[in-house]
């Protein structure tokens, strides 16, 4: 046995995905309205992207509006979507200066279209950058992104480009909206719940995943690097017996 055959530990991550959640419960817990509570939330990502490069992490993916937000009130769906085209408008300028490539996945079919422009207009203007690829999930839903994909699939076939004897699992990858993001290495999911609602549900196969009480208004770069220490130690077999 070669000693590059041995079980070595993780390192940094190549790729974290994040579940932000409990914007809503840490409003709460001050007395104020839940869109407070994204407002503060959404401060929060700036500085846990810019620490990437200092971690090791070269690919950060979050969630920040699920196929199932939609269910809830008007009042809180709109305060979002506002929320998002304030946050790219003010935020584009220092992502393209800071190295930040954006991507955007998820249907944009339901979205309002001023905030659909300003997304494309995001990732065309930050698409020359390489420091950090952070990738914004915007009515994301695993399963939703496996059926749109399983359609143009489909459609493929039906037009006779595709042979249903040569449909594979690269072949469904390069139809996901992360047909060009690595797969996730690690999700982190705050605020206690210990579900991922959704979230990468193909992508995450093999991730290691961190389920943490800290509500994510509250996340820190510190707590972000204190996780990403105990990923370095993890072992990742991947199905197969370490030697
Ligand atoms: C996560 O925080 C942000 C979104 C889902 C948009 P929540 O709004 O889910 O906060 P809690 O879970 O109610 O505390
Ligand atoms: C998941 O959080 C979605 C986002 C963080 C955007 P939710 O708060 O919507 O998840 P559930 O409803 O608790 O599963
Ligand atoms: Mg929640």
């Known amino acids: 046995m070669s000693k590059s055959d041995k079980a070595k530990p993780a390192g940094p991550p190549n790729h974290v995905a994040i579940i932000m959640d409990g914007n ?3 409003a709460q817990a001050r007395g104020k309205p839940r869109l407070f509570g994204h407002r503060a939330g959404a401060k929060r990502v700036r500085q846990i992207v810019e620490a990437c490069p200092g971690l090791g992490v070269k690919y950060l993916t979050i969630f920040a509006f699920s196929t199932e937000n939609w269910k809830r009130t008007q009042a809180e ?3 979002l979507m506002l929320l998002f085209r304030r946050y790219i408008k003010q935020e584009t300028k220092d992502m393209v200066g ?5 991507r955007f996945i998820g249907d ?4 309002d279209k001023k905030l659909v422009t300003l997304m494309d207009k995001l990732e065309k203007v930050t698409a020359h950058n390489d420091l950090v690829h952070m990738t914004v999930a915007l009515n994301y839903g695993g399963r939703d992104e496996v059926a749109r994909a399983t359609k143009r699939l489909a459609q493929e076939v039906a037009d006779g480009k595709l042979k249903p004897e040569d449909v594979d699992e690269e072949t469904l990858t390069r139809f996901l909206d992360t047909h060009v ?3 996730p290495d690690l999700v982190i999911r705050t605020s206690g719940e210990a579900r991922i609602s959704n979230f990468l549900l193909w992508q995450s196969a093999y991730a290691e995943y961190e389920f943490i009480d800290t509500l994510w208004p509250d996340f820190t770069p510190e707590i972000f690097a204190a996780i990403l220490d105990g990923y370095g130690n993890r072992e990742r077999r991947f199905g197969a017996v370490p030697k």
């Open 108 to 111: 944009r079919i339901k979205l």
């Open 98 to 102: 800071n190295g930040i490539r954006v």
């Open 77 to 79: 769906v709109a305060g």
């Open 181 to 183: 993001l690595p797969d």
């Open 24 to 26: 809503g419960r840490w």
